[in-house]
Protein backbone atom coordinates (compact mmCIF):
# COMPACT_ATOMS: atom_id res chain seq x y z
CA UNK A 1 0.00 0.00 0.00
CA UNK A 2 1.30 3.25 -1.24
CA UNK A 3 1.49 5.88 1.92
CA UNK A 4 1.70 9.18 1.26
CA UNK A 5 2.63 12.94 2.85
CA UNK A 6 1.92 15.66 1.26
CA UNK A 7 3.27 18.66 3.34
CA UNK A 8 2.50 22.01 2.11
CA UNK A 9 4.86 25.19 3.06
CA UNK A 10 2.14 27.86 2.63
CA UNK A 11 -0.99 29.19 0.26
CA UNK A 12 -3.24 27.21 -0.74
CA UNK A 13 -7.04 26.98 -0.67
CA UNK A 14 -6.84 29.41 2.96
CA UNK A 15 -5.27 31.87 1.39
CA UNK A 16 -6.72 31.74 -2.33
CA UNK A 17 -10.22 29.87 -2.10
CA UNK A 18 -10.85 28.99 -5.41
CA UNK A 19 -7.62 28.51 -7.08
CA UNK A 20 -7.40 24.46 -6.84
CA UNK A 21 -3.73 23.94 -8.17
CA UNK A 22 -1.92 22.55 -5.27
CA UNK A 23 -5.60 20.73 -4.54
CA UNK A 24 -5.94 19.09 -7.55
CA UNK A 25 -2.37 17.92 -7.48
CA UNK A 26 -3.33 16.52 -4.01
CA UNK A 27 -6.46 14.50 -5.26
CA UNK A 28 -4.77 13.17 -7.92
CA UNK A 29 -2.54 10.98 -5.90
CA UNK A 30 -5.02 8.97 -4.81
CA UNK A 31 -6.36 5.75 -6.60
CA UNK A 32 -9.72 6.68 -6.57
CA UNK A 33 -12.17 8.09 -8.81
CA UNK A 34 -13.72 11.00 -7.10
CA UNK A 35 -12.14 10.75 -4.14
CA UNK A 36 -13.66 11.14 -0.28
CA UNK A 37 -11.61 14.41 1.19
CA UNK A 38 -11.47 14.97 4.99
CA UNK A 39 -11.11 18.91 6.17
CA UNK A 40 -10.00 18.63 9.75
CA UNK A 41 -9.17 22.93 10.54
CA UNK A 42 -8.83 21.94 14.53
CA UNK A 43 -6.03 24.18 14.24
CA UNK A 44 -8.14 27.28 14.20
CA UNK A 45 -10.56 26.19 16.45
CA UNK A 46 -12.92 24.84 13.46
CA UNK A 47 -12.58 28.44 11.79
CA UNK A 48 -16.07 28.99 10.44
CA UNK A 49 -14.09 31.42 7.42
CA UNK A 50 -11.64 28.66 6.55
CA UNK A 51 -14.50 26.22 5.98
CA UNK A 52 -15.93 28.27 3.85
CA UNK A 53 -12.44 28.61 1.89
CA UNK A 54 -12.71 25.01 1.80
CA UNK A 55 -15.82 24.29 0.35
CA UNK A 56 -15.32 26.96 -2.36
CA UNK A 57 -12.24 25.19 -3.75
CA UNK A 58 -13.09 21.32 -3.73
CA UNK A 59 -16.56 21.66 -4.56
CA UNK A 60 -15.11 22.57 -7.60
CA UNK A 61 -12.84 19.47 -8.07
CA UNK A 62 -13.70 15.80 -8.56
CA UNK A 63 -14.34 14.86 -5.34
CA UNK A 64 -16.69 14.55 -2.10
CA UNK A 65 -15.55 16.58 0.38
CA UNK A 66 -16.57 16.71 4.38
CA UNK A 67 -14.88 18.38 7.22
CA UNK A 68 -14.32 17.14 11.03
CA UNK A 69 -15.47 19.52 13.67
CA UNK A 70 -14.11 19.13 17.32
CA UNK A 71 -15.75 22.06 18.53
CA UNK A 72 -19.29 20.78 18.09
CA UNK A 73 -20.43 17.36 18.46
CA UNK A 74 -18.08 15.51 17.68
CA UNK A 75 -18.66 12.17 15.24
CA UNK A 76 -17.61 8.66 15.02
CA UNK A 77 -14.22 9.59 14.44
CA UNK A 78 -13.31 5.85 13.23
CA UNK A 79 -16.21 5.81 10.61
CA UNK A 80 -15.54 8.91 9.23
CA UNK A 81 -11.79 8.75 8.60
CA UNK A 82 -12.23 5.35 7.21
CA UNK A 83 -14.39 6.12 4.59
CA UNK A 84 -11.70 8.90 2.85
CA UNK A 85 -9.49 8.56 0.60
CA UNK A 86 -7.03 11.89 1.50
CA UNK A 87 -6.99 14.02 4.71
CA UNK A 88 -6.25 17.83 4.54
CA UNK A 89 -5.38 19.64 7.97
CA UNK A 90 -5.28 23.70 7.88
CA UNK A 91 -3.01 25.49 9.83
CA UNK A 92 -2.91 27.36 12.96
CA UNK A 93 -1.71 26.53 16.58
CA UNK A 94 0.01 23.43 16.24
CA UNK A 95 0.40 22.62 19.97
CA UNK A 96 -3.42 22.82 20.17
CA UNK A 97 -3.93 21.07 17.84
CA UNK A 98 -2.21 17.74 18.74
CA UNK A 99 -3.32 18.11 21.93
CA UNK A 100 -7.03 17.90 20.95
CA UNK A 101 -6.65 15.19 18.72
CA UNK A 102 -4.74 13.06 21.35
CA UNK A 103 -7.62 13.13 23.99
CA UNK A 104 -9.75 12.05 21.72
CA UNK A 105 -7.60 9.20 19.91
CA UNK A 106 -7.71 10.88 16.17
CA UNK A 107 -3.84 10.76 16.00
CA UNK A 108 -3.64 6.82 16.07
CA UNK A 109 -6.74 6.70 14.36
CA UNK A 110 -4.63 8.98 11.41
CA UNK A 111 -1.75 6.46 11.60
CA UNK A 112 -4.04 4.00 10.91
CA UNK A 113 -5.54 5.50 8.18
CA UNK A 114 -1.92 6.55 6.99
CA UNK A 115 -0.51 2.94 6.88
CA UNK A 116 -3.35 1.84 4.93
CA UNK A 117 -2.86 4.49 2.23
CA UNK A 118 -4.95 7.08 3.03
CA UNK A 119 -3.10 10.21 1.05
CA UNK A 120 -2.21 12.54 4.05
CA UNK A 121 -2.08 16.48 3.39
CA UNK A 122 -2.23 19.46 4.87
CA UNK A 123 -0.48 22.80 4.97
CA UNK A 124 1.65 24.90 7.72
CA UNK A 125 0.44 23.17 11.17
CA UNK A 126 -1.29 20.70 8.58
CA UNK A 127 2.71 20.37 7.32
CA UNK A 128 4.95 19.74 10.21
CA UNK A 129 2.19 17.41 11.98
CA UNK A 130 3.32 14.06 10.20
CA UNK A 131 7.14 15.07 10.77
CA UNK A 132 9.16 13.49 14.55
CA UNK A 133 8.69 17.61 15.10
CA UNK A 134 7.98 20.76 14.08
CA UNK A 135 9.18 24.34 13.84
CA UNK A 136 6.09 26.02 15.27
CA UNK A 137 5.01 29.55 16.17
CA UNK A 138 2.48 27.63 18.53
CA UNK A 139 3.68 30.29 20.90
CA UNK A 140 3.80 33.84 20.81
CA UNK A 141 6.93 34.32 21.74
CA UNK A 142 9.99 32.60 19.65
CA UNK A 143 9.04 30.20 17.23
CA UNK A 144 9.96 26.73 19.20
CA UNK A 145 10.61 22.66 18.41
CA UNK A 146 8.01 20.76 18.93
CA UNK A 147 7.54 16.55 19.04
CA UNK A 148 4.69 16.01 16.57
CA UNK A 149 3.10 12.44 15.38
CA UNK A 150 6.11 10.93 13.66
CA UNK A 151 4.44 9.62 11.19
CA UNK A 152 7.91 9.88 9.16
CA UNK A 153 11.53 10.62 10.67
CA UNK A 154 12.75 14.11 11.19
CA UNK A 155 11.86 17.83 11.46
CA UNK A 156 9.97 20.09 9.17
CA UNK A 157 9.88 24.38 9.13
CA UNK A 158 6.96 25.47 6.45
CA UNK A 159 6.96 28.97 5.28
CA UNK A 160 10.55 28.96 4.95
CA UNK A 161 11.10 31.58 2.50
CA UNK A 162 7.92 33.81 3.56
CA UNK A 163 8.41 34.56 7.07
CA UNK A 164 11.45 36.68 8.11
CA UNK A 165 12.28 34.48 11.43
CA UNK A 166 12.00 30.67 9.71
CA UNK A 167 15.40 30.64 8.04
CA UNK A 168 17.39 32.55 11.39
CA UNK A 169 15.70 30.07 13.87
CA UNK A 170 16.54 26.90 11.59
CA UNK A 171 20.28 27.98 11.67
CA UNK A 172 19.95 28.27 15.44
CA UNK A 173 18.55 25.11 16.23
CA UNK A 174 20.40 23.42 13.54
CA UNK A 175 24.10 25.24 15.31
CA UNK A 176 23.16 24.88 18.93
CA UNK A 177 22.46 20.64 17.72
CA UNK A 178 18.81 21.00 18.91
CA UNK A 179 17.88 19.34 15.79
CA UNK A 180 20.25 17.41 13.88
CA UNK A 181 18.75 18.25 10.21
CA UNK A 182 15.36 19.75 9.12
CA UNK A 183 13.01 19.82 6.08
CA UNK A 184 12.11 23.08 5.06
CA UNK A 185 9.52 24.12 2.54
CA UNK A 186 8.82 27.29 0.83
CA UNK A 187 4.87 29.23 0.51
CA UNK A 188 3.88 27.99 -2.86
CA UNK A 189 5.52 24.34 -2.45
CA UNK A 190 4.73 21.26 -1.26
CA UNK A 191 6.62 18.22 -0.19
CA UNK A 192 5.66 15.17 -1.45
CA UNK A 193 6.79 12.41 0.61
CA UNK A 194 6.26 8.52 -0.76
CA UNK A 195 6.62 5.49 1.64
CA UNK A 196 8.92 7.44 4.08
CA UNK A 197 11.84 7.06 1.19
CA UNK A 198 11.07 9.22 -2.06
CA UNK A 199 10.97 13.14 -1.70
CA UNK A 200 10.01 15.62 -4.53
CA UNK A 201 9.22 19.42 -4.02
CA UNK A 202 5.79 20.41 -5.96
CA UNK A 203 5.48 24.14 -6.88
CA UNK A 204 2.34 25.63 -7.35
CA UNK A 205 4.17 29.50 -7.57
CA UNK A 206 7.26 30.53 -9.83
CA UNK A 207 10.53 29.56 -8.37
CA UNK A 208 9.48 27.43 -4.90
CA UNK A 209 11.55 24.81 -3.72
CA UNK A 210 11.69 22.77 -0.68
CA UNK A 211 14.98 21.76 0.91
CA UNK A 212 16.94 19.27 3.39
CA UNK A 213 18.62 21.94 5.31
CA UNK A 214 21.84 20.41 8.01
CA UNK A 215 24.81 22.69 9.55
CA UNK A 216 28.54 21.74 8.09
CA UNK A 217 31.26 23.23 8.42
CA UNK A 218 29.57 25.90 10.62
CA UNK A 219 27.27 27.21 7.83
CA UNK A 220 23.99 26.35 7.44
CA UNK A 221 23.89 23.65 3.81
CA UNK A 222 20.48 23.55 1.65
CA UNK A 223 19.93 20.47 -0.56
CA UNK A 224 16.70 21.38 -3.06
CA UNK A 225 14.23 18.56 -3.50
CA UNK A 226 13.67 17.81 -7.73
CA UNK A 227 10.91 20.10 -8.57
CA UNK A 228 7.98 19.33 -10.33
CA UNK A 229 6.15 22.90 -11.72
CA UNK A 230 2.46 22.58 -11.31
CA UNK A 231 1.60 26.27 -11.95
Not at 191 to 201: C, N, P, T, W
Amino acid sequence: MNRQIIAIGGGGFGRNPGEGIIEDYILNQSNAKNPNICFIPTATGDNEAYKNNYYATFTKLNCNPVHLDFFKRTPDLEGLINEQDVIFVGGGNTKSMLAVWKEWGLDLILHNAYKNGVVMSGVSAGAICWFEQGITDSWSEDLKVMDCLGFVKGACCPHYDEEPQRRPSLKKFLSQKVLESCYAVDGGCALHIQDEKEYKSIAFSKNKKSFHVEFKNNQVVEDSFPVSDIY
